[in-house]
């Protein structure tokens, strides 16, 4: 812990500016839209890059971007609900590939068979 402070550090509670970033949009018929994320715990999050190379790779390369400072995207986001700001997430999940497999099947005959042959027995 430093026993000074210095004028070029930023105080504790103020966030660190990260400068311009690369932001997710979604296009609209007149306009872009900020996309908004989800934290893994479930809070809204605003989401920018600090490359385009880092973009393309968690999000892929046909997903669109504009650039906008960290000021910008806190009030573009928080009217949706997005007090967070994330910069350079990854992606947590495997990507998903093919028609995903069933984890629950059904055996609803072979169950009523088996009700059956039990109350037959008593």
Known sequence: MC???YDDDPEPEEPDPAGL???PVRP???AVAVRVFRT???SRTAVGFTTVDRLTA???AEQPWIRLS???LRSLAEPLGAELLTVDPTLTAPAVTGRPASAVTLRTEPAAREIGRATRTV
């Open 3 to 5: 026993l000074f402070q």
């Open 21 to 23: 970033l690369y932001v």
């Open 28 to 30: 609209g018929t007149r």
């Open 40 to 42: 893994p715990l479930g």
């Open 58 to 60: 968690t999000l892929g």
């Open 70 to 72: 960290d000021s910008v």
